[in-house]
């Protein structure tokens, strides 16, 4: 990555008498913390939120030279500004007092039953700066509460102090405009646009940005006092950000999730799954190692389970050569458990598949290139190519790439359309489905036609920019406009959201000169440790496995933590091959698509179980810490070693010594030691030298048209979905299924908005309320199916 030097410039001012040197621009309220150990108290300063709006009035501080009392959170520093807080002001001081006595005179002063209470930065400033009584005699203001407004939050409006944090959350970061102020002066109250239900994916950030009880979650209302609880610092697996967490624990469970602001890779927000989706209930999960019987699965003793095992696979390591075993994963395991199932894959000579497309996941190929999540943010360029809202395959990175096209930055969203970005970009560049890769050959072609000192002048294109364009269903003139952009872009960052081989992407990186500049490319990996699978070596794709299953050349398959059935585009494949196995042995935390057909079937830990390492998708190391035991009692490791005892092999058995492993020989993991890992990881990557691509650019056309009356599917997995999403009861709305129909189809069809849709697809059948898009593909219909049912497969759709 390039360095500038930069020189910073200073200012000095007096903060209460104490003389401060900060860096221009800093506001007034972080220097006085930071640099003059002085707090102003604030309510509605939340620098995440984007300018101050100084609605409060907590923060007035008197300015030398300034004829009146000002928010000091408005405020940068001057050079030569004298500023005097509530600690040396008796006028600061009277002006604090009374702003806080104005805020409670409405407010019920609720302490003691408030879920808030005892974490409340208003109870905490008012016993800190309050004025000890109110002269307030007359009736308080009530409301009607707590009102739902969403099944995952509560508001509570007579504790809301109108600091406007959760609406600009809404309107500002989010830009759903779905929270809003109402009526005017003492009247105002924060409600839902129209009176609808607060239903975006990152709704659950508000009930952690309201500085009071007023916006509260439902699942957390009296559960528990702040002295009961254990908060431990973690990380969410629900996807590849590995945004950072606290767990909140009471009594044996985990009551509620926080972030724990980790600027580079989440900005200290959350999605809602990441949030809310539990794996519950635990009596439901598989507790103890389960044997098919004529009756079905019954319960059995774990050593003559994982002996009996150990048997089977070395028989079908050996009966047909090497090959006759498989090793499945879906990127939901630690680092640890993944070096253990490598050692078991190794010693059976077994095939590997750890992503559902190998060639997607290359991701050794892109490492000169790679761009981490905070390069969106300096990003001058933004370009996501791909089917998929990038948000199902990393929650907040919806949230940054908003904020980089407010910053500036130009945001082309590439792909079929009807996602949630494209309404707010610069340029949308309509594309057929499933057609990133020959998109990405377009560009490259455009790029290089277009030319300049950037462009490297050895890069390969694969054709030319029309006919190129013309497999991708693409605008010419658009493709040259886009890669005009990214030529003149000193920053540009490439967010691929789709099964796209990685040669492709290399070889517009490489034409780019991405490995010269702060942008980079950001593919984003389908599970939440796609990448340390990799990294530990459980490589290879579903798509290899499935052909050698169906050949009959895999005789033994353990998948562990994944479901093909569910969550490939093959599914109706993957079942049969399976029927047709002759041993099924799967590792799952709930029933699912693959237990109905194993001989055996074990207990997965989940998240809050698991002790361990993940690598996010931009190549940080982070650890995961438990906050509960295993519901088997026993930790995946653990019983994964005692399988290999029973193969002779021996492995690591406990994270610690897996993780010291693989720090000692593997580069990913080069210079850390399970010991140091932090709560706050660094990238602990550097970008080796760009060399030119070797490999040559096989273009994947989309698939051809589909028949008359048909459309083209676009059907990826969602962000809201897997096991712990669909039992989570307060996230149906955001898995309630959704049919975006092209706006030409709709007026053919005759469908309309809320409209109930079917379509009909190679996986079954989707029934969803319509949306109409401007932008989608006409002859497309875009769907939230729970699995990924195929995109660039065909459906047919018509009214319910
Ligand atoms: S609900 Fe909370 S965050 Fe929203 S305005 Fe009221 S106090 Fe502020
Ligand atoms: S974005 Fe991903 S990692 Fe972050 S909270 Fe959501 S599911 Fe978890
Ligand atoms: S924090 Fe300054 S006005 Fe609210």
Known sequence: MSTTEQTVDTVTL?????????????????????????????????????????ACRMCLVEIEGAPKLQAACTLTCNDGMVVKTAETSAQAKEAQDGVLEFILLNHPLDCPVCDKGGECPLQDLTFRYGPGNSRMTLPKRTYEKPLPISPSIVLDRERCILCYRCTRFSGDVAEDAELVARERGAESVIATFNEQPYTNAFSGNVTELCPVGALLPTAYRFKARPWEIVNVPTVCTGCATGCNTWSTLREGKVERILSRNHPDVDEGWLCDKGRFARYEPRDERISTPLVRALSGLEPGEWDDVLRTMAQRLRHFSTVDGAGGVAIVTGGALTNEEALAWKAIADSLDARTASAPIAAAADWDRLDAYAAPLAAIDLADAVVVIGDQEPTDRAGTIDLRIRKARRSGARLTIVGPGGTALEPDAQQFLRTLPAAGSAMLAALTAAVVEAGGANVRSDAKTAGTVEALAADAGADVAQVRELAGTLVAAARPVLVVTDHVAATEIEALAWALGLDQTDGGVLPLPVGANERGERAVGLVGGWDEILPALEAGEVQAIVLVGCDPVVESTEGERWQMALAQTEVVVSVAAFTNGVTSQSQVVLPLDVEHERDGSVINLEGRVQRVRPSLAPVSGVPLIEWTSRLAGFLEISIHATSAKAFNALAADNPAFAGLAWGELGDRAPLNRTRPAATAPTAG????????????????????????????????????????????????????????????????????????????????????????????????????????
């Not at 102003?40 to 939120?49: A, G, N, V």
């Not at 669909?726 to 049919?739: D, F, G, M, N, W």
């Not at 809320?754 to 497309?780: K, M």
């Open 697 to 800: 650019v096989t273009v994947t056309a989309p698939a051809s048209a589909p028949a008359d009356g048909a459309f083209r599917l676009i059907a990826p997995r969602p962000l809201f979905s897997g096991a712990a999403v669909e039992r989570t009861a307060s996230l149906v709305h955001q898995r309630a299924p959704i049919v975006v129909v092209a706006h030409v189809d709709a007026e053919r069809l005759g469908i309309k908005r809320g409209d109930d849709v079917a379509v009909r697809h190679a996986v079954g059948e989707h029934v969803g309320t319509a949306r109409i898009s401007r932008r989608l593909l006409p002859g497309s219909v875009r769907i939230n199916w729970r699995g990924a049912a195929g995109t660039g497969s065909t459906a047919v759709m018509g009214a319910q």
């Open 14 to 54: 007096h903060v209460d008498g104490r003389e401060i040197t900060v860096p221009k621009g800093t506001a007034l309220v972080v220097a006085a913390a930071e640099h003059a150990g002085v707090e102003i108290p604030i309510f509605c300063y939340e620098p995440r939120l984007g300018p101050p709006i100084g």
